[in-house]
């Protein structure tokens, strides 16, 4: 059986994403997890609200140009998984802000 770290690791590299030795025990502690223990299905909950605070962290990432190379996101792949993991958590999507009085504009 794989351990915490190692499925938090394999899911994040289906995205291409690659974490640091030190981000992920950050990770880990942060979400009161333990990464050597190995993965149950009764983890998942909490092993995905670790991914959604990392991939949220990965969604504020700029994008890189310079000298020729671009390192890019796919914004939109990574979107769709971080709001499927929220509606795995039963948790709303975000929602972009929403004009609510327009008689005082100025």
């Not at 994008?63 to 939109?76: L, S």
């Not at 792949?77 to 499927?84: D, H, P, Y």
């Amino acid at each position: 059986m794989a351990s915490i770290s190692a499925v938090i690791t394999d899911q994040l590299a289906t995205y291409s994403i690659a974490i640091t030795d030190t981000k992920l025990e950050t990770l880990l502690v942060n979400s009161d997890l333990d990464g050597n223990a190995v993965y149950t299905k009764t983890d998942k909950k909490a092993v995905d609200t670790a991914l959604l605070s990392a991939v949220t962290d990965i969604l504020a990432m700029p994008d890189v140009t310079e000298g020729g190379i671009a390192y890019k996101w796919d914004r939109t792949a990574v979107l769709t998984w971080a709001n499927s993991l929220r509606s795995d958590l039963g948790l709303s999507a975000p929602s972009s802000p929403k004009i609510r009085n327009l008689s005082n504009i100025w």
